[in-house]
């Protein structure tokens, strides 16, 4: 397909939406259109690097608002969407499922509908060029086993409400491409981390707790295995999946980086422990602590990135040992930017607890 010349990018204040949004505006000749409604997790200072940049226009928006997608549609005619508005934090889900069916299904109901209405108003090369790029998580696959990998073929078994409204999205994006036609990819990512990134997260959430002196709480035993994608890695496969990505399929994105929750704990212990030391000399491990395990806690994540590889090209340009580096390092240089946040509200406190009633 030709370069779209100018792209919607649904959630581009998020974490990483904001990664999106910048390295379209440094990387590609596109016109950005970042629509965001500016929940808590939104952070205009992400995108301070583009903000006066020519190419560059902002929204404030709900993406449930569909008389407002329409406007916005009016307005900057896009020819693609980038789809990251979600609700993401899987504990939250958990105490409070309403936000995520709203936002995340009903959300992209709304989405879907105005771009196809837009779409259909497109002839010729802009009608067949346009894209609809639906990002989602690798999380709608459900838990693994000590072996095997999630590919583009396993089968849906969402584990939370996060996942299951993550799933119905999906769901959703391929009906409207099926039914309507319309030109859609969508891609299932592994975890990512990296700058910017909203400190009840597990990584953000154990460095600041670190350089606070305070326990750093550890699901159940720690087993846990997550993949872990670098978020500037990831930004660049959304790119590709976008502008070189088949209508219909789905892309895999991962970073051949498992790793237990406690070994991703323990990294960024003796991480902080080199480049900011106690002042007691006592290294971060102690602060280490074991407490009840989330509700519904799926056991192994792993992708298979292969497809987007052979096919797109794409592979990761961090291993986890330097994107952890990175990341840790970011945060120790930004104190300007997560400090705001951690003071207004309980950012770092634990949610997510309710448990399953026996019955």
């Given at each position: 397909m030709p370069q779209p010349q100018t792209i919607l990018v649904t959630g581009g204040a998020g974490f990483i939406g904001s990664a999106v949004v910048r390295l379209l505006i440094a990387e590609t000749g596109a016109r950005v259109v970042n629509l965001d409604a500016m929940t808590y997790a939104a952070s205009g200072t992400a995108l301070a690097a583009v903000e006066g940049n020519p190419r560059y226009a902002f929204e404030q928006a709900d993406i449930r608002d569909g008389d407002r997608l329409a406007e916005?549609?009016?307005?900057?005619?896009?020819?693609?969407?980038?789809?990251?508005?979600?609700?993401?934090?899987v504990d939250r889900s958990i105490d409070g499922p309403e936000d995520f069916i709203q936002t995340n299904v009903v959300g992209t109901f709304r989405l879907l509908q105005a771009a196809r209405s837009h779409w259909e108003t497109l002839e010729g090369a802009a009608r067949d060029g346009f894209r609809f790029h639906h990002i989602s998580t690798d999380e709608v696959f459900g838990s693994l086993g000590a072996d095997g990998y999630f590919t583009e073929d396993t089968a849906y078994d969402p584990r939370s409400p996060y996942s299951a409204s993550k799933a119905a999205s999906d769901h959703l994006v391929r009906a409207w491409g099926e039914t309507y036609g319309l030109p859609v990819v969508l891609s299932n990512c592994s975890n990512n981390y990296g700058p910017y990134h909203f400190p009840e997260k597990l990584i953000p959430l154990m460095i600041l707790k670190g350089l606070r002196g305070e326990k750093l709480?550890?699901?159940?035993?720690?087993?846990?295995?997550?993949?872990?994608?670098?978020?500037?890695?990831?930004?660049?496969?959304?790119?590709?999946?976008?502008?070189q990505g088949v209508p219909g399929q789905s892309y895999n994105v991962g970073g051949h980086n498992e790793k237990t929750n406690l070994e991703v704990v323990e990294t960024i212990c003796d991480l902080l422990d080199k480049h900011a030391p106690r002042g007691d000399g006592v290294s971060r491990r102690t602060q280490i602590g074991f407490v009840t395990d989330r509700p519904g806690h799926d056991h192994r994540y792993a992708i298979d990135p292969g497809k987007i590889g052979r096919e797109l090209g794409w592979t990761p340009r961090e291993t986890f040992e330097t994107g952890i580096e990175k990341t840790v390092?970011?945060?120790?240089?930004?104190?300007?930017w997560w400090r705001p946040i951690i003071q207004r509200q309980d950012a770092l406190g634990r949610i997510g607890t309710k448990a399953r009633k026996a019955g």
């Open positions: 916005v549609f009016a307005r900057h005619r896009p020819d693609a969407v980038m789809h990251l508005a979600a609700e993401s934090h709480p550890v699901y159940g035993d720690g087993s846990n295995v997550r993949d872990w994608l670098y978020v500037e890695d990831h930004a660049r496969a959304l790119w590709t999946v976008l502008s390092r970011w945060y120790l240089d930004n104190e300007a």
